[in-house]
């Protein structure tokens, strides 16, 4: 890890200091062997998850208005995703796909998102400075918790690496060094700025963020080919169909992660400290 990697962390560091305790035993980080989607709706995609222990810190939260489970309505449902489709440019819409996913991760992945909004309060503010940088739609930081449970050393069954998920030649067309002796996938920082750099170039291709993203699980070749076999239809809905399986599933694990982070209090759903530092991120 170089310089310019070690100052972004620390420079970090310093902010969540105070909520972090520094003689809390931490856990070693083990290599992920399988990360499909952290949270996907197919329930065989969630292996290797690490659970950590526990922390008070919150994320950015959109109410603190708590409800039951059984007040939680399909209606209830449809509001809150319009209140988030009219602040984003991407298009948040509710449908009864979207809302299983929700609703399965109510059910059985409470503890793992907990675990993974203690994650988020270190890497966030990094992935944002650098959204910031290149123009990009913040919410993009979501798309890390899908891809690996924001795990630096995050590794699937088909090679892709580091907490983005990049294939090897992806990461080099991306800047990227991947060598026999150094894996910038596996480099928080570096990582990010990669994936803000094919985020871009990806939405230079299709301007549609909801395209952008299939085209980031499954390659700008697939989305291109939907799109052809849909006649033309340019919306992901539309060309859901004709993607590979996996990346069917990809938007609405999004956008429940998206949804379930940004109304957390309202789930009681608080993070947990995992005792996560700057160590832990060394690769």
């Known amino acids: ?58 994320i950015n939260q959109v109410s603190n208005i708590v409800i039951n489970e059984e007040e939680f309505t399909s209606e209830v449902l449809q509001k809150h995703l319009e209140e988030l489709r009219l602040k984003t440019p991407f298009q948040v819409e509710y449908n009864a796909t979207v809302e299983r996913h929700i609703r ?20 966030f503010p990094i992935f944002e400075e650098l959204l910031d940088k290149y123009e990009l739609p913040l919410e993009l930081k979501y798309l890390a918790v899908v891809e690996s449970a924001l795990e630096p050393k995050a590794r699937s069954v088909a090679g892709a690496k580091g907490i983005w998920q990049f294939m090897y030649h992806t990461g080099l067309e991306n800047g990227l060094t991947v060598n026999s002796l150094v894996d910038d996938r596996m480099d928080p920082v570096k990582s990010t700025e990669a994936a803000c750099k094919y985020l871009k170039k990806l939405y230079d291709t299709f301007e549609d963020w909801d395209l952008v993203l299939a085209a980031y699980n499954s390659g700008p070749g697939n989305v291109s080919k939907a799109i052809k076999r849909s006649g033309g239809l340019r919306n992901y809905w539309n060309i859901r169909q004709f993607l590979p399986t996996e990346t069917r599933g990809y938007l609405p694990a999004f956008y429940a992660t998206f949804y379930l982070f940004e109304y957390n209090t309202v789930h009681q759903i608080y993070p947990k400290n995992i005792g996560i530092t700057y160590f832990d991120t060394d690769t």
């Open 1 to 58: 890890m170089d310089g310019y990697t070690i100052n972004i962390i620390k420079r970090y560091m310093k902010k969540i200091l105070p909520f972090i305790f520094l003689t809390f035993s931490l856990v070693s980080a083990q290599e992920i062997t399988s990360v499909d989607h952290a949270l996907s709706f197919n329930t065989d995609h969630v292996k290797s998850v690490d659970i950590y222990k526990n922390n008070d810190v919150t």
């Open 104 to 123: 399965l991760y109510l059910d059985e992945r409470k503890e793992v998102l907990s675990n993974l909004m203690d994650k988020a309060n270190f890497y």
